[in-house]
């Protein structure tokens, strides 16, 4: 909603830096499986939009918040975060192969490791 939301205010610039980070309420949802294609489709939308400058971060190891230490599936939710950022680091990858796209990845697992 957010990002439909800014696209539909015609506010987006080639001059902008966008900053992206999700997907931790999907894995937490069980929604794994959807939480990267989530992410792609917003990147997807900025770019088809104009925008050409991102900042996408990963995530920390979901199962070691407190959360998820707590929920008794610290392994599967630290597996998932895994698949979760090597899908992350080949978008940002993606992203820089397309002609006038700067991507970034903030490395929020290792940062927070």
Do not use: E, K
Not at 30 to 50: E, K, M, P, W
Not at 55 to 61: D, G, S, V
Request: proline share 2%; charged share 5%; no cysteine.
């Amino acid at each position: 909603q957010q990002v439909s939301g800014y696209i539909s205010g015609g506010t987006v610039s080639s001059n902008n830096l966008y900053v992206l980070w999700g997907g931790a309420n999907d894995i937490f949802g069980n929604d794994a499986a959807n939480s990267l294609t989530n992410l792609q489709n917003h990147v997807t939308s900025l770019r088809s939009a104009g925008a050409t400058q991102f900042l996408i971060a990963n995530l920390p190891n979901l199962g070691n918040v407190p959360g998820g230490a707590a929920s008794g599936s610290a392994g599967q939710l630290n597996d998932a975060t895994a698949l979760f950022n090597s899908g992350i680091a080949a978008l940002v990858a993606g992203l820089n192969a397309q002609s006038g796209v700067t991507a970034r990845l903030l490395d929020v697992n290792s940062l927070l490791a």
